[in-house]
């Protein structure tokens, strides 16, 4: 599978903008800090982002950056597809030259696992993701709120950011 830090990085910065999404324009580095992602790096991302209308910049003190869409219209496989990345399991790249220049024995195999990978990721939303449990989880300890899982719920509790 061809999916690099690349493609996983842009998930999760624009995973991390639809988190915070709404207050203000959400600066690169707030999500380089919260998420351990170097600034330039995301900088190279937002770029690409950019350029495919996912994200819209706003320039000058107190600028960032903001969905272009809603978080139920962007989807992973999107998002992946915008740094140049795909999701290909096939060990030539989908060009059927796998052995002796032409197929080799499982290349269908993986073509339809490569097909089926990219359909699960364009049926999810970064919306979808904003709402899982695990998520919630981690921005609550990223963004420094513990949180207490019990049998009845969840309960947040807010401490300082140097606790």
């Known amino acids: 599978m061809r999916l690099t830090t690349k493609g996983r990085y842009a998930v999760t910065a624009m995973l991390d903008l639809a988190i915070h999404h709404g207050?203000?324009?959400?600066?690169l580095a707030d999500i380089a800090q919260r998420e351990g992602i170097s600034l330039?790096?995301?900088?190279?991302?937002?770029?690409?982002?950019?350029?495919?209308?996912?994200?819209?910049?706003?320039?000058?003190?107190?600028?960032?950056?903001?969905l272009a869409r809603d978080a139920r219209e962007i989807f992973v496989a999107e998002v992946i597809a915008a740094v140049d990345e795909n999701v290909d399991t096939t060990r030539c790249g989908g060009a059927h030259n796998c052995q002796n220049n032409g197929?080799?024995?499982?290349?269908?195999l993986w073509r339809d696992l490569s097909d089926r990978i990219y359909e699960y990721l364009n049926r999810i939303?970064?919306?979808?993701l904003v709402d899982r449990q695990g998520v919630r989880e981690a921005t609550a300890r990223l963004d420094g709120v513990?949180?207490?899982?019990?049998g009845d719920g969840v309960r947040v509790d807010p401490v300082s950011a140097g606790a």
């Open 103 to 108: 197929p080799c024995l499982t290349h269908d």
């Open 23 to 27: 207050q203000r324009p959400i600066a």
């Open 146 to 150: 513990v949180r207490e899982v019990r």
């Open 40 to 66: 330039s790096y995301l900088e190279q991302l937002f770029a690409r982002l950019r350029r495919r209308s996912l994200v819209t910049s706003v320039r000058g003190p107190g600028g960032g950056y903001n």
């Open 125 to 128: 939303s970064l919306q979808d």
